[in-house]
Each structure stands twice: as structure tokens, then as C-alpha cells.
């Protein structure tokens, strides 16, 4: 469903997971949207406006009405658009508490030992990091197994809140294992995830919106200085 | 007549403001609930069972079936029991309110935390950010998002009263363990106003402990902590 331009406006930036959240949400359900391109160092006047508390990215602008958190904006899509395209929700208050969990535990727990092999020093803590990163994924695959309940997603058939949350990180997940050799989504470990993550990034409402490895090292390299 | 029964237990902690969060909207529903206290130096099987990866309370369990995290439990009663709701009905509300409970335990929350935590010489930096983190709060009520409101859900109590309010109490009690002001009434009166209206209710003044209880338990980690500080230098 369309919706009249300049009603949806997304302030954001290519290269952040979080960004890439309330974008695929928004091409789930059909959305039309002005993308908002930050330039790098330096935050517009919009920005600072629209999310004065935090000044950060993403921020989803409907009806001039700022709507800030990624996972906030995505959950305000899956309300505002609740008659077109798919529920990104489940409709069970109980499945929608354990993808609201998992979606939780993805940004508080694994994404810091994700970024931990990033920003690691020393081969050891590189290899701890690793580690965090690899059980917290075996817990993943799990809740993949208990939410998918053998589909495609953790939201089934279609893609749901916890894909997103998780799938938001695909694109750095690659950079990382470039970077370091580490295969974080190991088909030997994580089986269904490794799945999963190939079928995610290929999906319509992604594809797009996922930045590509290549750019995302070169913004890396430009970012670290290296 | 006693409510019928929901088949509800609550893992919890007399001291714990996130407990306090899901009796209190448990209470407001008008639920019955089964309530065991978990002595958390000695957390119990029931607890490590149904949340083995935080270990923490408040755990939620709906027949059988853990819930996890606070805000998420209060998002499922308000879906399993939408009668008294907590959240609004709009859309954009709806995005407010989780986006506020998010700086309350991102942010206001931390920030108290560290007023208790820190050593003297840290105070006055923990203090002001304290002070900055409720100067965001008192321009929301002044004229943000909810200006002229008596309650952030309105005309009662909704999901940021019970998330915001549930742990404030600390506030009072941190101010005279520590010897600081926190909450002064004339830089903060709409937070002060409503605190106060909200620590009126009948349902709050049910659930929070009484505060020579706070006190003394506040009083008991400080020194505990200044013990373990000082044992470190």
C-alpha cells in the first residue's frame, strides 16, 4: 500500500543494522518511504530535532511525527499497517513475548560479542569473543527451532520481529568473518541458522536494503582508520 | 469474591523494582497470582529452570510457562488481559510509552544506580546525571509528549506509571543514604507532583515496601560495597 509521499520518511543511514530494520519492515508491508541519508560525522538538523534524547539513528517520521529505536519503529509498522502486507508480531501474546525475548537478547547479549571479535586486540580475546558469539548463536538456533516450527523464519512462513532483530546484523556478521577468517554462521554449529541467514538475505523485502560485504568493508576500513 | 483463578506465579524479590513493576499491574488487572520470593544468593531450581540464561526476577509464570523481562511481561498481560489496559490504544502512544520505558531502564535507571554505586568523589557527576536524566522527564510533562497529563497514561495509571514509578521510590531512599537531593520539588515540580500522585494510589501504596525497609536494605549494599571498595585499594 502506498502511502502519500513525504508521509513516511525514514532518517537513517546505509551501512547501520539498525536502520536496515524499520526499512525491511517497511518493505514488508508495502511502504512507501523517503529515505533520509545521514552524511557521515555530522548529524543533520532533522536528526537532532526528531530524536533530541538519544541524536541517533534510525528515526521514522510519519506525519512529521518522530518514532525513534528500531525495534519500536518496527512494531509502530506492524501496528499502523496492521491490514496490509504480513504481521510481523505473531498474534499469540505468548509467542510474541519470546520473539519480544529473543529480539531483546539479540541487541543486549549477542550483538556485544559479535562486535567484541571487531574490536578485539589480542588473538585471546578475539577468540573469547568467538566463542560468546558461537554460544549465543547455538541459543538462536534453538529459539529458531521453536519459533519457526519448521518454516522458513523464525516468524514461519513469512518473516517476523526476531528475524529482523537478528537478520539487521547479517551484513557486519559477513564483514566480520572476512576480516578475521571466523565463520560465525557455521552450517556445522548453527545448521538451521546458517539456512536461515542465505534465506533471509535473499528475501524481496531485504535484498535491497542489505548493504553489500564489499561496501561494508570499505566503510569499515574508512571508519577504523585502516 | 476472589478473582478467578489465572494460573499465574510470579518469581520475584521484596527489593526488586522490576518485580514491583508486574505485581503492581497484576494488581491493577485485578489478577490472582501465586507469589514466591527468591532469596537471589541462593536463587532456586524454579528460577534457573525458567530463565537460565539472565537468572533473574521477576519471572512470570502463566500455566507453566515462563515470561521473561519485565516489560515484556507487562506487554503480555496488557494482550492476555486487555480489560484496565495499560498501554494506550493509538498507535503513536503506543510508541511513546515503549520508547520512554526504554530511557527509564536505559537511562534514569543506570544513572540512579550509579549515584548509589559511586564513591564520594564520583557523586556529584552521578548526581547531575541524574539530574539530566529527569530535566528530559519534567519537559515531557511540562510540554512534550505528556503535557497537562496527571498520569503519563492520562487520567490513570498506564505501562510508563508502573515502569517509571516502580523504581523511583529509590529516589527518596537513596537521597537519605547518601545524603543527596535528587528530587528537588522546585527544579523538578511536575515529576515531583506526579511521583506523589502515583505513590498514592491504592495499588502502589499495596505493592511498594514500606520504606524503614528500603532504608535499611539500601544501607546494608552501600556499606556492603564500600566494604568490597575499600578492600580493593
Redesign the interface.
Known sequence: MASAAGEVRLIGAWPSPFVLRPRVALNLKGVEYEFLQEKFGEKSELLLRSNP?YKKIPVLL?HD?P???SM??V??VD??WATTGQAILPAD??E??LH??WA??VDD?WFPSMFGIAKAETEEAKAESAEQAWAGLK?LEEAFEKLSKGKTFFGGDTIGYVDIALGAYLGWAKVIEQMTGLKLLDEEKTPLLAVWAERFCAHEAVKEVMPETEKLMEFAKMRLGK | MAPPSADLKLLGSWASSYTHRVQLALKLKGLAFEYAEEDLAEKSPSLLLHNP?YKKVPVLL?RG?P???SV??L??LD??WPDVPLMPGD??D??LA??WC??VDD?LGPAVGAVFASPSEGQAAAVEQVHENLR?VERELRDGAFAGRRFFGGDKIGVLDVVLGCGSYWLAVFEEVMEVKLVDPEAFPLFHSWLRDFEEQEEVKAIIPAIDRLLEYARGVRQMMLGLSSQQQ
Open positions: 534524547v510519519h511525527k518514532v525513534c529505536e519500536i519503529i512494531e509502530y501496528e499502523v501474546p505468548y510474541r513475548a519480544r525475548f531483546v537478547y547479549k541459543l | 540464561i502463566h510457562r515470561v521473561l523481562e515484556i511481561i506487554h503480555y494482550e492476555t498507535p503513536y503506543r510508541a515503549r520508547f526504554h530511557i537511562k528530559l
